[in-house]
Each structure stands twice: as structure tokens, then as C-alpha cells.
């Protein structure tokens, strides 16, 4: 299984979307790549504004997942949306990875390809 994280630390420009990355390993050298889809929840009860984010992962780029969120999302309470700010939020990730089938057995046995999830969630600051 996997190992997938957020930085702790992660800028946010005063406008556009909003980058997002963290370490990712997902144990198996047989995987080059991995979809990253996750949420950026930030404030409290009915006031707090979650934004939606997909990212990537490439073996042949480090280990280092990279992402994109919009600035503002809709706010829970339903009451219109609001922006990310500087301050803690809470990240939720899953990552889905495609592992390569095997011949087996001297090429008598076929182990087809196989899709591997990994979630992860944890507190991070804006900075």
C-alpha cells in the first residue's frame, strides 16, 4: 500500500488557482503514475468553504504529487461561497493507480492489471 501526504506548509497566491502537492510513494516500482483527486476544507460548521482539486504523480518527475484547486467553493451551509485564506485547512486525497499485469508461471499464467486506491487526510497551513 501506498504513502501519500500534503505539505505542511503550502503558499497561496493572492489570485488564480491554488497549487497543492506532497510526497507520495506508492511502494511498488511497477507504478509510474497516479490520479490524485482531492478536497481543501477550511473554517468551521456552516461557514466553512471546501474546494475541490485534482492532481498528478509521475515517477519520472520525483516524489511529488502536484495539484490545482480553485480559490473559492461553495460554503456548507449552503449560504453562497467563500475563498481559501492563509491559515490551517484540512486536506482529503484519494489516489488511484493503475498496477501493470504479469506473466506468471513461465508464461502459463496471466495476472491482469489491477487498480490500487489510496486516501489520506491531514491538516496543513497557508502561508
Do not use: Y
Request: contains cysteine; aromatic residues 8%; proline residues 9%.
Amino acid at each position: 500500500m501506498g504513502v501519500g501526504r500534503f505539505d505542511r506548509r503550502l503558499p497561496l497566491p493572492s489570485q488564480g488557482r491554488v497549487p497543492i502537492k506532497g510526497p507520495f510513494n506508492p511502494q511498488d516500482p511497477t507504478v509510474d503514475a497516479a490520479k490524485v483527486l482531492f478536497l481543501i476544507v477550511q473554517g468551521e460548521g456552516k461557514d466553512a468553504v471546501i474546494v475541490n482539486g485534482e492532481g498528478t504523480w509521475l515517477r519520472a518527475h520525483g516524489n511529488e504529487w502536484r495539484g490545482t484547486a480553485p480559490r473559492r467553493g461553495p460554503r456548507v451551509g449552503g449560504d453562497g461561497t467563500g475563498a481559501l485564506r492563509k491559515g490551517l485547512a484540512r486536506g482529503i486525497a484519494l489516489s488511484v493507480v493503475i498496477k501493470p499485469g504479469q506473466i506468471l508461471d513461465r508464461g502459463r499464467r496471466f495476472e491482469p492489471p489491477a487498480i490500487e486506491t489510496l486516501t489520506w487526510c491531514a491538516n496543513f497551513f497557508f502561508v
